[in-house]
């Protein structure tokens, strides 16, 4: 079975009708880490889905970055602004590591959704799935200690802490990299001495 199938399970069932469809429109692309693949100087062309690798959404003003979202295996890689609106993107998504990604051209996703209800209920848990997210984070930033998001990332997102830059990882938990180095440090210093938090 084709893996996109599995990606597109993910937020709903889709009919074998509609899995053929998507697979006739379908294009895979292999991406090198730092590619910028939206960004607010062109449209989003394309509809990702990530198979395999990890991207980050993040603004830039004066040469400054503030990190707002990852996409891991099974995300869809979108801006809302240009997904839903048909605006220019106000963020940049940029691929974090190597990237094997599952395509479908913008045009072609809009086209797929009219002859294939399901997909339209695809594109609604995409966007369910992001607001919840948005939600959760925005309520841990407002809620929990430094240490606390520090702890909650490494655990609830392993694969990111793992293979991301520091500095990306620290402005997506609005915390300076020297604080996310010291607790970085700090939580290495503890599992050696076998000191559990």
Known sequence: M??????LCNYNIISERTYNAVLQKLIIAEIKQGTILISP????????????????????????EWTHGFD???????????????????????TCTDVKLYGITKKDFQGLILLNPDLEKVSGKILERRLTR??????????LTEEDLFLKFGKDFPTIFSQ?????IASYLRMSTSMFSRLKKKTLTEKKSGITI
Do not use: W
């Not at 084709?2 to 990606?7: G, M, N, R, T």
């Not at 100087?41 to 003003?61: A, C, K, L, W």
């Open 2 to 7: 084709h893996k996109i199938f599995a990606l």
């Open 41 to 64: 100087d062109r449209p989003q062309e394309m509809v990702y889905f990530i198979s395999e690798g990890i991207t980050r959404n993040f603004y830039s003003h004066h040469g400054q």
């Open 72 to 94: 891991i295996a099974g995300d869809c890689i979108m801006t809302s602004a240009n997904f839903v609106d048909d605006e220019l993107s106000m963020d940049y998504v940029e």
């Open 134 to 143: 948005f939600e959760k984070r925005m309520q841990d930033l407002y809620t």
């Open 164 to 168: 991301v830059e520091d500095r990306q």
